[in-house]
């Protein structure tokens, strides 16, 4: 138990910062991704066994939690939101904020699988037989989301990516 | 490069700029708590695990298992709530829902401010914890973290949610004022159309109509496998129908049942005298012509 125990913390702590920029890239919020770390970890503590057997504990991890996401796009929004007195956050600002604002604001009008599919594929560079697994899914399916995906994120943008970019 | 590289290209960089909330020590002792309660159900009957949570659970958990909560539900064509002007806001659109309403409102002085009003039926959203807030009409308010918004309980075991976006500092105090404006009033949805049938896999989740005009349309809200398709008839082509945002309107390019239409990837508009008949995606959906077509406007 001891040794399973380090394993396991050793393991997410490594890969924390990994697992909240890609529930951030998921969900686009700083606290939900939080929430959607957490709950991801607190599962895989109870399948530590089975995810620490896999061949990729990173592909599986992964897994879990596009999964968790998915399931919780499915609960509503505010099942998801954190009711503390923990201070606002502050606004960082930056060179390309606006593009960023207009892309992220186009993304999250996806529909959660969809905007899960282009996340995984151009943002975490990953294969279509990963994004396959990782949604049970089949490649097929993971193509045309990509497919409608992306036509729905070109007509979402119109010409505002297009000038954000060569700002 | 692929096109999903570069039209993503600005979030490649995108990463969380707050320190970690995540507590993996608290994982642990959750999972810990998890594997036992799954362990202890993996070795006794169905019917005894029933019992046995009830009475070991709590022992485990070091404290009483609080008692099951009666959960309600809406009915899709009755609104439960009235919302007012407050806050420098006015509802614009009500959307009913089997589980939650939500009433959408927009600034009187037109700038970029958005408020927006979400009531739970009973049970379907856990009690919240945090910093008290002072009462909303009587009923215990808490405030909401990370956005300008409180909770507050509408109903017994019912919690309902204001929140404003954009407006800084000031934010929670407007989402208090137009808190405060809520109250309880059923009405019945007018829908000023018709659809005999609707076809599989369509699944009706709820109805949008505007505040105070039902010249201006009503929509369906329907899903069909996790897309969210609008269905009805409406007028102002160029606003957001729940938002009141403006937008580039559709135009007629083609004909479908004989008559005037716009059919894009993801939506379907007929020109119909009067209010148009639309049916809205956001993402892909099967035989959208097909859906529009079934709209029989009153």
């Known amino acids: 138990m001891g040794a399973v125990h380090e394993q396991y913390t050793e393991y997410v702590t490594g890969r924390l910062p990994s697992l909240r920029r890609t529930a951030f890239l998921l969900c686009g919020d700083e606290h939900r991704a939080d929430d959607l770390v957490q709950t991801t970890i607190t599962k895989l503590y109870v399948h530590w066994r089975r995810a620490s057997a896999a061949d990729s504990v990173d592909a599986y991890v992964r897994a879990m939690l596009v999964r968790t996401f998915l399931s919780e796009q499915r609960l509503g929004w505010a099942k998801r939101i954190r009711l503390t007195s923990a201070p606002q956050d502050t606004p960082v600002a930056g060179p390309d904020v606006e593009t960023r604002l207009v892309v992220r604001r186009a993304l999250d009008r996806l529909a959660p699988k969809v905007r899960a599919v282009l996340v995984l594929r151009f943002l975490l560079d990953l294969p279509v037989a990963e994004v396959a697994a990782a949604l049970r899914c089949s490649e097929g399916n993971v193509k045309s989301q990509t497919s409608a995906g992306l036509a729905a994120l070109r007509r979402l943008l119109g010409g505002a990516l297009t000038e954000g970019v060569r700002s | ?298």
């Open chain 2, 1 to 298: 490069m692929t096109d999903g590289h570069d039209l993503l290209a600005a979030l490649r960089d995108a990463a969380p700029t707050t320190p970690s909330t995540v507590d993996v020590g608290r994982a642990i002792r959750v999972g810990q708590r998890r594997r036992r309660t799954r362990q202890l159900a993996g070795v006794v009957a169905v019917a005894a695990v029933t019992a046995i949570i009830a009475a070991i659970v709590p022992a485990l958990l070091g404290r009483p298992m609080p008692p099951a909560r009666p959960l309600g539900a809406f009915d899709l064509m009755r609104h439960e709530l009235s919302v007012g002007s407050a806050g420098g806001f006015t509802p614009i659109s009500y959307e009913t829902g089997r589980y939650r309403q939500r009433a959408t409102l927009t600034p009187v002085d037109g700038s970029a401010r958005r408020a927006s009003v979400t009531a739970y039926a009973a049970g379907r959203q856990s009690d919240p914890e945090g910093t008290r807030a002072p009462d909303v009409n009587g009923h215990q308010a808490f405030w909401v973290s990370g956005r300008a918004g409180v909770a507050w309980e509408w109903a017994p075991n019912a919690w309902a949610f204001a929140e404003v976006t954009g407006a800084g500092d000031d934010g929670r105090t407007l989402a208090h004022r137009v808190a405060q404006s809520v109250g309880r009033r059923t009405a019945q949805v007018q829908l000023p159309f018709e659809v005999p049938t609707l076809p599989a896999p369509y699944r009706l989740t709820g109805v949008v109509t505007p505040r105070g005009d039902q010249a201006a349309g009503a929509l369906l809200v329907l899903d069909s496998g996790g897309t969210r398709v609008l269905l009805g008839v409406r007028r102002d082509l160029d606003r957001d129908f729940t938002t009141g945002e403006r937008r580039t309107p559709p135009t007629a390019t083609t004909q479908v049942a004989g008559r005037a239409a716009a059919v894009l990837d993801n939506s379907v508009t007929i020109f119909d005298p009067g209010p148009a008949v639309v049916a809205e995606a956001d993402g892909p959906a099967p035989d959208l012509v097909a859906l529009a077509t079934s709209v029989r406007p009153g």
